[in-house]
């Protein structure tokens, strides 16, 4: 078995596609691209593939139920006691990390303040509770033995402070171990990027940036032990490679597939597809200071005429989508349903006009995978057609990634998904921008400055009463949809396949969560 395993994982981790005769029993192997990843350390990673990581190898205090993520259940923390400004979290005591640690009260102190003086991408999700690097070591506290209290005084509900405090930002590290490889004061971040340190169902073996992945079993998770003692994730950027290996039995798994390698696959044996619920959108952003015209809210109003919302989501993508242009995804308490746009070019001549604006054009950064590329390349077609030149500016993914986060793009193409099972998750990315350096925003990558939403979604995140709260949200739906620099258009469905011996694999609702530890075949 060992003998097999290295030869797969050569095989696996070389830059061309060698064909197996079979997976091995214990590895479940996985096609997908891993090109989206700078970091796999819970308290910077913010990409897909990453948080997919984090999901599988680290646990929070509390967690979203798999099968129901709006349902919270016990993590690290057997149970927990909620006041008006704190939650009081009692400790599993014979919890342990992968490493053999215990989980301690100060492993719990220093994974949350952690995050919050690192101020990476994610940190965001959490300051929501009012922390930052000079006060939060006054809010997460060691009470007892096996107990830690985390307060804070901002006027937020604990409802939502439970939801933020399952985020996978929130993932309990273990101190001993990622300190022992700290530098020059990176709280270890240079050695979390590549490794993990955390409780989860499986831990990393090893991860060859671009290429493969590899998971190995924690028999002693808190959580259960996984019923397989390998996951090999091989970077596999083409899709269609991935149906390929997947469909003569070299990949057990093909993750975000296309429309057409789903249809084609349906039509195999020994391969079952899915086509999954997701609670994903799809948006355009415009970065506000990259030019005067995208400043400009009459722009931003032409856009949403010259997108082609039924023509992408029926026609390119076979409804692997569905037409969505709320922040809120359907599925979410008060997510607004009616779509008031629509591909109409000659409105969005007609307001360019009337705005004065002349010669319209941007560049579209844009990721090389699909649906991306698919979906730029209509919005190419679709913008000209309104008299806006496109230019595409293809690359992989954590390039656009970083060229976003450094402001250095005109506009993009992405998918937003909930950090979090409370409507504040997505408000707080498109609705929200403090500009206090501590919450790099979606609001915040489009220079989009917005005081009197920020007060609206302060609001919401405060107000106790259910239905007045709904209120609110459906009123910033409102404004982000008619008159922002985003243009909010699709909603997802998760295409994969899998061998038909393959049992257990759960794909969640959000983006990353990805289970593994149940997965048999």
């Given amino acids: ?154 006027a937020i509900s604990p409802q939502v402070a439970l939801a933020v405090l399952s985020a996978p930002v929130a993932s309990i590290i273990d101190e001993k171990t990622a300190m022992s490889h700290a530098k020059d004061n990176d709280l270890a971040s240079g050695w979390l990027k590549m490794h993990s340190a955390g409780s989860g169902a499986y831990s990393i073996k090893r991860y060859v940036p671009h290429k493969v992945l590899l998971l190995q079993a924690n028999p002693s998770s808190p959580g259960g032990a996984p019923k397989t003692p390998m996951v090999l994730i091989k970077n596999v950027p083409d899709t269609a490679t991935r149906q390929l290996l997947v469909e003569q039995g070299d990949a057990d798994i093909a993750r975000n597939l296309g429309s057409d390698q789903i249809a084609s696959l349906a039509k195999k044996s020994g391969v079952k597809t899915l086509s999954l619920p997701y609670a994903t959108v799809y948006y355009l952003m415009f970065n506000t200071k990259a030019s005067k015209t995208l400043a400009n809210p009459k722009f931003w109003q032409a856009a949403r005429w010259a997108f082609d919302y039924k023509g992408i989501a029926h026609d390119l993508m076979r409804d692997q989508f569905q037409v969505h242009q709320s922040f809120l995804p ?73 060229q976003v986060k450094e402001h250095n793009y005109q506009a993009t193409i992405n998918f937003w998904g909930p950090d979090y099972f409370d409507p504040h998750t997505n408000a707080s990315a498109f609705a929200y921008n403090p500009e ?71 794909q969640g609702t959000a983006p990353g969560m990805v289970y593994y530890q149940d997965v048999t075949k």
Wanted: glycine residues 4%; proline residues 6%; positive net charge.
């Fill in 436 to 506: 206090d350096g501590q919450n790099k925003t979606l609001a915040w990558r489009a220079n989009w400055h917005i005081p009197t939403l920020n007060k609206q979604t302060l609001a919401a995140l405060a107000e106790p009463v259910p239905a007045k709260r709904t209120k609110i949200y459906k009123t910033l739906q409102t404004e982000v949809r008619d008159n922002s620099p985003f243009v909010i258009g699709l909603q997802t469905r998760k295409l994969l396949a899998l061998r038909d011996n393959v049992k257990g694999f759960i």
């Fill in 1 to 154: 078995m060992r003998k097999t395993l290295v030869a797969l994982c050569l095989a696996l981790s070389s830059a061309a596609i060698t064909v197996q005769a079979a997976t091995p029993n214990k590895v479940i192997v996985v096609a997908q691209s891993l090109d989206d990843v700078i970091s796999l350390d819970p308290g910077t990673g913010f990409e897909l593939s990453s948080i997919q990581s984090i999901y599988n190898t680290y646990q929070r205090l509390i967690q979203p139920n798999p099968k129901q993520p709006t349902q919270l259940i016990a993590g690290l923390a057997k149970s927990w006691k909620i006041d008006k400004h704190q939650i009081v979290f009692d400790l599993k005591a014979d919890a342990t990390f992968a490493s053999g640690n215990p989980v301690r009260p100060k492993d719990v102190i220093f994974s949350l303040t952690r995050v919050i003086k690192l101020n990476q991408s994610p940190a965001f999700i959490i300051a929501q509770l009012g922390w930052n690097a000079k006060n939060v070591d006054n809010y997460v506290k060691q009470t007892g033995p096996h107990q830690v209290t985390v307060s804070w005084d901002k």
């Fill in 330 to 402: 359907i599925g979410f308490k008060g997510a607004l349903s009616d779509n008031p746009y629509h591909f109409d070019p000659s409105k969005a001549k007609q307001i360019l006009k009337s705005a004065g604006i002349k010669n319209a054009h941007f560049k579209l950064l844009v990721n090389n995978q699909p649906p991306f590329a698919d979906i730029a390349q209509a919005l190419q077609d679709s913008f000209a057609k309104a008299g806006i030149k496109v230019t595409l500016q293809q690359a992989i993914s954590s390039q656009v990634s970083s």
